[in-house]
């Protein structure tokens, strides 16, 4: 995609910002998807069968697993990879929808 010609300083303002627009709306769909989909599909609490053989205390077993990588099973990537294609095709519909409700001349010139 090319990008606009800049005739003036008013419309390389609007440029810039329609693109941090961008970016703060992208951003803000990867949090709410990250967040999303980890809820949904990462346990809260990590078991550490190791850890708890019953000589530490439960204080210092919960400090020494926030401090341990978690790396998904194969269900929990399966889990995210459904979870963020369904959030990201859900994103694209509600994008084509506002498209019709605020443009529809221009998507049905763009659809000819």
């Not at 606009?4 to 990867?30: C, F, G, H, R, W």
């Amino acid at each position: 995609m090319a990008l606009p010609q800049i005739n003036s300083a008013a419309d390389q303002a609007k440029l810039q910002l329609m693109q941090e627009m961008e970016v703060k709306t992208m951003s803000d769909l990867y949090n709410r998807m990250a967040n999303a989909c980890h809820k949904k599909c990462i346990p809260s609490r990590y078991p550490e069968p190791d850890l708890d053989n019953g000589v530490y205390d439960s204080r210092l077993i919960s400090r020494i697993s926030l401090l341990l990588p978690h790396f998904p099973g194969k269900g929990e990537i399966v889990c995210i990879d459904h979870c963020v294609a369904k959030f990201l095709d859900i994103h694209e519909r509600i994008g084509k929808n506002l498209l019709t409700v605020y443009m529809p001349q221009e998507v049905k010139k763009e659809a000819i």
